[in-house]
């Protein structure tokens, strides 16, 4: 199995990204945020929760995400591999996926972290216009990462599955350092 994270800071591209990827190396597309969106678009008690945290660039918590994950993952045990997007942002997810994917002997392949600087995500994201895509948000998602998810970097570092990217450049650009990444460990 191919089994990809992508982490990177809000607005890096992420979601961008893990769609070109899923569909050239044909994995599932396990999108966090995507699937609090759509909870939230389908009215669910789960998503009355979620939209308030997001619209103040909180995180919801990790047992709401776990919990959409492992169902994912469950129901696609036969696919060729999953890319995580957005997924993990807390020391407490990770260890949690190691959980979900080690009791299906499938672990993790390679962690891909976009590099974009703080200037270009403000753009990005204020130029994607999404609700919770206003100055004030953003710099609170900016704090939020700081503090809950950039530490995961090491966690990951430390088990030589790490490949840093360069974010700036065209979608295009961006997918192919990607790809070289991923030809590196996977052949
Ligand atoms: P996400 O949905 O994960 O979104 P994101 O981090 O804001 O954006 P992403 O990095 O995917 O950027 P995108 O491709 O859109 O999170 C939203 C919220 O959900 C979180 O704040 C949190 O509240 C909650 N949440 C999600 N997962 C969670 C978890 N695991 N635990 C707890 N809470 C969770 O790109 C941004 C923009 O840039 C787009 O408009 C795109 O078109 C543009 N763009 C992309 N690549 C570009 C390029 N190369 N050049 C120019 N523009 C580019």
New binding site residues.
Partial sequence: MLNLILF???????????KLLAEKYNLVHL????L??SEISNGTALGME?KS??DA??????SV?VGMVQNKVENNLGAEGFIF??????TE?AIALDKILGEHNAPISLVLA?DVDEDELTR??L??G?K?DTEAVIRD?FK?YEKETYPLKKYYQRHDKFSEVY?????D??SERLQNAIETVNG
Avoid at 8 to 18: D, I
Avoid at 31 to 34: A, K, L, R
Avoid at 85 to 90: C, I
């Fill in positions: 990177g800071p809000p607005g890096a591209g992420k979601g961008t990204q893990s999108s966090t945020g995507d609090l969106r979620a945290l997001i660039g909180k995180l919801v918590p990790d995400v997007d957005g997924f993990p942002r807390t997810q976009l990005r994201m130029e994607r999404r919770d998602r939020v974010g700036l450049g065209t979608v650009e961006v």
